[in-house]
T-cell receptor, first 114, second 110 residues
Framework: DSGVTQTPKHLITATGQRVTLRCSPR?????VYWYQQSLDQGLQFLIQ???????AKGNILERFSAQQFPDLHSELNLSSLELGDSALYFC?????????????FGPGTRLTVL | DAKTTQPNSMESNEEEPVHLPCNHS???????IHWYRQLPSQGPEYVIH???SNVNNRMASLAIAEDRKSSTLILHRATLRDAAVYYC???????????FGAGTRLTVKP
């Protein structure tokens, strides 16, 4: 158990819909990262927040957005969903803002878009 | 962007050492080398990371070539629990865009 929690575990929705994925980092961690893992693209970094502010951006689509709240939990919002958005979405957390900090990954949310 | 190249798959026998190679010929001086692994149906798990010197921790050792163009993750005694996909990742200094490749799928035979 990494100490990172993600809800829900599974999500099934239809094309065009909007969903919100939630992540609670390990106690004491200030950074939250979001990743997408699909069969054809592998594990892709989407975005990072550190202490409430956006820190780094990866291959995140404009239809996707995220935020980190004052209690440090984070939400990833996915809108206008397409079939290709079906994937595992992982959240990770680390103590500090930098890439040399060990990242602790949650169990993931499996999103299925029908 | 600096890329890594790893073999698609490797096999090992239980209780034997495993050397997982990674080539990163375009690495720049400030890129960190990270290794993560992903067990079936789980999120990735940190294994080790380094910059220039060899590193050891309770899970593994990381041997970094002198020119830093390659590195090797060493599992000293493979167990069945070590069967996973191992990712070698470079991260650009102060840019947290960690680019996971396809990784090496390690099979451990009893």
């Amino acid at each position: 158990d990494s100490g990172v929690t993600q809800t829900p575990k599974h999500l099934i929705t239809a094309t065009g819909q909007r969903v919100t994925l939630r992540c609670s980092p390990r106690s004491g961690d200030l950074s939250v990262y979001w990743y997408q893992q699909s069969l054809d693209q592998g594990l892709q970094f989407l975005i990072q927040y550190y202490n409430g502010e956006e820190r780094a951006k990866g291959n995140i689509l404009e239809r996707f957005s995220a935020q980190q709240f004052p209690d440090l939990h984070s939400e990833l919002n996915l809108s206008s969903l397409e079939l290709g958005d079906s994937a595992l979405y992982f959240c990770a957390s680390s103590v500090g803002p930098s890439d040399y900090n060990e990242q602790f990954f949650g169990p993931g949310t499996r999103l299925t878009v029908l | 962007d600096a890329k890594t190249t790893q073999p698609n798959s490797m096999e090992s026998n239980e209780e034997e050492p495993v050397h997982l190679p990674c080539n990163h010929s375009t690495i720049s001086g400030t890129d960190y080398i990270h290794w993560y692994r992903q067990l079936p149906s789980q999120g990735p798990e940190y294994v080790i990371h380094g910059l220039t010197s060899n590193v050891n921790n309770r899970m593994a050792s990381l041997a970094i070539a002198e020119d830093r163009k390659s590195s090797t993750l060493i599992l000293h005694r493979a167990t069945l629990r070590d069967a996973a996909v191992y990712y070698c990742i470079l991260s650009v200094y102060n840019n947290n865009d960690m680019r996971f490749g396809a990784g090496t799928r390690l099979t451990v035979k009893p």
